[in-house]
């Protein structure tokens, strides 16, 4: 459905985008992640044909991004981080106006009526857009992408700013979107993501460093294996006493306190099996386990490993 080959964006010496490829399937809900300044929204821009390229290809259903324009985008939705209200304008007025701006063929009122009722604003429909509260103003901007019934959506930071109630109500809209439609969700939020996204593509520096499916996202760096363990004892000196056995790479003390036990995150080297050192040592200083459990990295852990910079700028 969305093929991006060897996509590049220059702004003077500044490589925003670096020989970016990927491609999103039809029906596919994909999270787009990256730190600030990392290039998700030039990408995003450049997609939904809002900004050029230096070089690379953009097709959307098969059809050339670049060579023709206006066919692509109207199979394209799109919601921008700033939504593009019309503030003087009524819910039904600024409607009407994508609507024909779109020049949409569908029955006008039977489509819009519709739409406001999957993007749940028909209450507001006569209200000013200047007097809606943000959560509804973000509704309002997502329901201008659902007009035209496009089979792409595209968000941009869709639950910024909203308070939890409006961030869960408008996750589960965009939830019931992807069984319909192909999404693309960029957003800082990674629990957004999780509880989303079929895939996950991190951006970095202007290229993709992780492209996974969300319940794969593991795989997207090398670690070893990884456990929670439960030691009784003092929780320096059982975090130094872990640090030393070898085949260990990585001691967290994760501060959960259970009677005289602490619990430990513990990361062993690859390929590493380090159940059976962590028992004896610990036996032999007389701490007990009494809980070890396997913990694979989440995309909490994968996201810091492949965008986070280190002095000297080695990742």
Do not use: W
């Not at 006493?241 to 003390?253: C, H, K, M, N, Y």
């Amino acid at each position: 459905m969305i093929e991006v080959k060897n996509l590049v964006k220059n702004y003077g010496p500044k490589n925003a985008l670096d020989d970016v490829s990927f491609t999103i399937e039809k029906g596919e809900v994909v999270g787009l992640l990256g730190p600030n300044g990392a290039g998700k929204s030039t990408a995003m821009n450049i997609i939904t044909g809002c900004l050029s390229s230096t070089g690379g290809e953009v097709r959307i259903a098969g059809i050339d991004m670049f060579e023709n324009p206006d066919d692509a985008k109207k199979l394209i939705g799109f919601l921008p981080e700033q939504p593009p209200l019309y503030q003087d304008m009524t819910v039904d007025e600024y409607l009407g106006f994508v609507f024909d701006l779109k020049k949409c063929t569908e029955n006008k009122k039977e489509h819009l009526d519709g739409i406001k009722k999957t993007a749940k604003i028909s209450e507001v429909s006569n209200r000013l857009i200047k007097n809606l509260s943000k959560g509804y103003r973000q509704r309002v901007g997502i329901a201008q992408a659902l007009i035209g019934d496009p089979p792409i959506i595209i968000f941009d930071e869709p639950t910024v700013g909203l308070d939890p109630k409006q961030i869960i109500e408008i996750r589960n809209l965009i939830r019931n979107l992807g069984r319909n439609h192909t999404v693309i969700l960029s957003t800082h939020i990674l629990s957004e993501v999780q509880s989303v996204c079929d895939r996950v593509i991190i951006i970095n520096e202007g290229k993709i460093v992780a492209d996974e499916r969300t319940d794969r996202i593991s795989d997207a760096v090398k670690t070893g294996n990884r456990y929670t363990v439960k030691v009784c004892g003092p929780q320096r000196d059982t975090a130094a006493a872990l640090r030393e056995i070898q085949g260990i790479t990585r001691v967290d003390s994760l501060g959960e306190r259970d009677g005289d036990a602490y619990t430990f995150m513990i990361e062993s080297a690859p390929g590493v099996d380090i159940r059976k050192p962590v028992f004896f040592a610990m036996s032999r200083l007389g701490k007990a386990i009494i809980g070890m459990e396997s913990a694979q990295a989440d995309l909490e852990d994968v996201f810091v490993r492949l965008t986070e910079t280190v002095k000297g700028g080695k990742k």
